[in-house]
T-cell receptor, first 108, second 116 residues
Framework: AQRVTQPEKLLSVFKGAPVELKCNYS??????LFWYVQYSRQRLQLLLR??SRESIKGFTADLNKGETSFHLKKPFAQEEDSAMYYC??????????FGTGTRLKVLA | NAGVMQNPRHLVRRRGQEARLRCSPM?????VYWYRQLPEEGLKFMVY????????ESGMPKERFSAEFPKEGPSILRIQQVVRGDSAAYFC??????????????FGPGTRLTVL
């Protein structure tokens, strides 16, 4: 079955501390993995995708096929990073499968 | 470009009433997707439409739910005889229909439906 698991509902870190948001997936083919972010009162927006291998706002994510993981990392958290983060898998050409999301709170 | 528009943002209905949710895709986008987010869950795919065509409705409940994307006007997600379990956030996304992984979906702000 195709599934995305985000084990943490809430993650609180202090400003300047490293952040790792966990995402594991289950998919039989070659998946495309994404991280979406939803800031307070804003719409869901794409943060990064694994095929681009880019760093956005200091965040990176590496696809680990052996561990079927796509964890989101940032070395130094900032208060403006506080948001809801969703890991998503694209199964096929258009169907996204989302995890339940992790709320990141960066404390001053 | 105003982005994907959804209205209303909040909708309250009593059990048994009908709910109509509207989605206007981004300019130049001809593909529309509807997702539902139940409390404490992730977004779940419901239906994929192109103009005047339903491409994939595998995520739609078999009864009471329907969707359309007419030649003119917004896409409509219609829920007949709503029940309390329909209370959720309904998100619409649109894409330009590019080939393969380049076809990014852009999301609207969502409609929060509350059934009393």
């Amino acid at each position: 079955a195709q599934r995305v698991t985000q084990p943490e509902k809430l993650l609180s870190v202090f400003k300047g501390a490293p952040v790792e948001l966990k995402c594991n997936y289950s998919y039989s083919g070659s998946p495309e993995l994404f991280w979406y972010v939803q800031y307070s009162r804003q719409r869901l927006q794409l943060l990064l995708r694994h095929i681009s291998r880019e760093s956005i706002k200091g965040f990176t994510a590496d696809l680990n096929k052996g561990e079927t993981s796509f964890h989101l990392k940032k070395p130094f958290a900032q208060e403006e990073d506080s948001a809801m983060y969703y890991c998503a898998l694209k199964g096929g050409t258009y169907k996204y499968i989302f995890g339940t999301g992790t709320r990141l709170k960066v404390l001053a | 470009n105003a982005g994907v528009m959804q209205n209303p943002r909040h909708l309250v209905r009593r059990r048994g009433q009908e709910a109509r949710l509207r989605c206007s895709p981004m300019k130049g986008h001809s593909h529309v997707y509807w997702y539902r987010q139940l409390p404490e869950e992730g977004l779940k795919f419901m239906v994929y439409l192109q103009k005047e065509n339903i491409i994939d409705e595998s995520g739609m409940p078999k009864e009471r739910f329907s969707a359309e994307f007419p030649k003119e006007g917004p896409s409509i997600l219609r829920i007949q005889q709503v029940v309390r379990g329909d209370s959720a956030a309904y998100f619409c996304a649109s894409s330009p229909g590019l080939a393969g992984s380049r076809d990014e979906q852009f999301f609207g702000p969502g409609t929060r439906l509350t059934v009393l």
